[in-house]
């Protein structure tokens, strides 16, 4: 939801503020400190022979405080993911009054886990009961983190109410625009949406998950708290009581403690430390001396960059960040169409394809696939893929002629091969260390962290001030995914409960649809919920859903991992949400439909290869079973 400047320097509210950036910052501390850990963990274990007992044990722990601890500042920050497109449309005294509402929504789940977090926390002190494995810890140290990180959530969405109702109530003289969209309608129309979705539980309960799902999405309810919402009230018409609502902080504390996710803020961290560091201007000053020369060098040179930092930052939108800031400049000045230029820099993104990336962690987490196996998965599909990209743009320069060729000695080759060779061997250390069997993935992680700390001491572009940042924004941005996951888990035990999985797939199989026409309304299913969603909301929301019946259309899991994460790719090209387009637009002064338009190339290039993975899953399958 757009930001409106509230009244944030009143007494107590500094004081929590300053609470919740204290804990994001010191959470962020623990996940580096992991990153010690298992890193010397993966070391002692390989190359000793000496496995620790105790750092598997520390890290899950650190890894549910860390969560916990981070989420009031990512509600003071506004940082949990929401699809607010129609509210961010409204006029600003409406935007806030339905502000006031989705954070009594969010409250509502919030309050939930944090008073049985507190039950979860009393009983495991109760009966003692101890962690597994050979170092052992009290329980009571696990269940603490949740009600102690959502107690300060409540106190910090309270605090963010009183800011909306105070800036409402100080603005109140200039509400002209009430006239035309009254703020109180809009509540009531917010109210109406969610007691239609209520009402339709007692009806069909698979068909209410549905229908409150989109009303609290639709108004921009933050994604993890409306889908942890929506799972609590399933709970209570599927129990009948609030018995039921005892399995939501089990289903945080098994998301918050899973070794596989404890991934994902680790390459969160270490993809923002090399993000900084300027390892883009290396890559790509690299890139472009090597292939300058050609017909489109410059562009190719930049898909060829933005594949190498996607293989080593696994972030989409933060690679089309540094591509823009980093090519965007030298391209135009080379003559190259600003067309060409601007779907290059905002279409070339591979990100969530080209391992590491967070997409398949989640995508593994949720369908217990190897996370190993889909890193393997991606990589000939990604190279597929930027070869693609490079043909497009060496034969539009070509008939089209705007390009200039840029020649370099093989003096300048080797000094900008020689000044990216740490950067080169990035990519080799991290996913080299997974197929040699020197780390599992959760350990590249960790080692991807101390590696960005190696690059950002070489090069020097990042200061204590950055480095602080780094900490805060993995941890904000890390805990929001993990959020929307604990949200989506919740919601999805009701599904499961509910077997509507099952029953999907016995009404698809039973219906007599071809297989081809199943899978294309997949596919057209998830282009659609591009436009409004996230990529991580839409994994947690329809993977477990959709995977169950993957077998009997016949498509390997593995392979739809691949085919998944390209359609998330393709998603963040469309609007109205498409984070990769909104991205460049922030950095570059051209209008959106101009962006929208250049991209529209890169976008059909994506569905084909989507459509070869499809037909052809062994590009994906392939390189997997070679290395097992």
Request: hydrophobic fraction near 55%; charge should be neutral.
């Amino acid at each position: 939801m757009n930001k409106i400047a509230v009244s944030s320097e009143r007494g107590p509210g500094v004081l929590i503020d300053r609470i919740s950036f204290a804990f994001a910052l010191l959470a962020g501390l623990m996940m580096l400190s992991v990153a010690l850990f298992m890193s010397f963990e993966a070391f002692s274990r390989h190359f000793l022979d000496q496995p620790t007992s105790w750092v598997l044990s520390i890290s899950t722990l650190i890894f549910i405080w860390f969560t916990f601890l981070s989420v009031p500042y990512g509600i003071k920050s506004d940082k949990h993911v929401a699809c607010d497109i129609f509210v961010t449309r409204l006029p600003a005294h409406s935007r806030q009054a339905i502000g006031v509402a989705t954070d009594l929504a969010s409250l509502i789940f919030i309050c939930a886990l944090c008073i049985y977090g507190f039950g979860h926390f009393i009983e495991a002190v109760e009966y003692n009961s101890m962690s597994e494995g050979l170092f052992r810890y009290p329980m009571w140290l696990v269940f603490l983190a949740i009600p102690s990180g959502m107690a300060l959530s409540v106190i910090q969405i309270i605090r963010k109410i009183q800011d909306r109702i105070f800036w409402m109530k100080k603005n109140s003289e200039k509400s002209s625009e009430a006239s035309s969209v009254s703020p109180t309608l809009m509540v009531l129309f917010f109210l109406l949406s969610v007691a239609v979705g209520i009402a339709v539980y007692f009806f069909s309960q698979p068909l209410g998950i549905l229908v409150f799902a989109l009303a609290l999405l639709f108004w921009g309810v933050p994604i993890a708290f409306a889908l942890g919402l929506v799972g609590l009230t399933g709970l209570l018409f599927f129990h009948g009581s609030i018995s039921g609502l005892n399995t939501l902080p089990i289903v945080a504390e098994h998301t918050a403690t899973n070794f596989i996710l404890l991934a994902i803020p680790l390459f969160t961290l270490g993809g923002l430390i090399l993000s900084r560091s300027g390892l883009g201007e290396q890559i790509y000053d690299l890139s472009s001396k090597w292939l300058g020369w050609m017909p489109g060098g410059l562009g190719v040179g930049t898909c060829i960059t933005g594949g190498i930092l996607a293989a080593m930052i696994g972030s989409s939108t933060a690679v089309t960040a540094i591509i823009t800031l980093v090519a965007m400049k030298p391209l135009l000045d080379r003559g190259y169409d600003k067309k060409l230029v601007i779907g290059t820099v905002t279409g070339s993104s591979l990100g969530l394809i080209i391992p590491p990336s967070i997409g398949f962690i989640v995508y593994g987490f949720l369908t217990d696939t190897s996370v190993g196996d889909l890193f393997m998965a991606g990589v000939i599909p990604g190279i597929m893929l930027v070869t693609m990209f490079s043909v497009y743009i060496v034969i539009n320069c070509k008939v089209s002629g705007k390009y200039e060729a840029v020649s370099f000695t093989w003096a300048e080759r080797l000094v900008s091969l020689r000044k990216s060779f740490i950067i080169i061997l990035g990519p080799v250390f991290v996913l080299g260390s997974i197929y040699t069997g020197v780390a599992t993935p959760t350990e590249a992680g960790a080692i991807l962290v101390i590696y960005s700390l190696f690059c950002a001491f070489i090069f020097r572009k990042i200061n204590w001030k950055g480095f602080v940042q780094c900490l805060i924004d993995s941890s904000i941005l890390s805990t929001m995914i993990i959020m929307i996951m604990v949200g989506a888990l919740v919601m999805s035990n009701v599904i499961t409960l509910l077997q509507i999985p099952a029953n999907l797939t016995e009404f698809i199989l039973s219906s007599g649809l071809p297989i081809w026409g199943v899978l294309s309304m997949i596919v057209v299913l998830y282009l659609c919920l591009g436009m409004f969603l996230d990529g991580g909301s839409i994994t947690v929301l329809t993977v477990p859903v959709i995977a169950p019946m993957l077998p009997a259309l016949g498509i390997d899991t593995v392979a739809f991992g691949v085919i998944l994460m390209m359609l998330i790719e393709t998603a963040l090209l469309t609007p109205p949400v498409g984070l990769n387009i909104f991205t460049v637009k922030g950095i570059v002064d051209e209008s959106l439909s101009f962006i929208i338009k250049s991209v529209v190339p890169f976008v059909m290039i994506l569905v084909l290869g989507i459509i070869l993975v499809f037909v052809f899953q062994d590009i994906a399958l392939w390189l997997p079973a070679q290395m097992k």
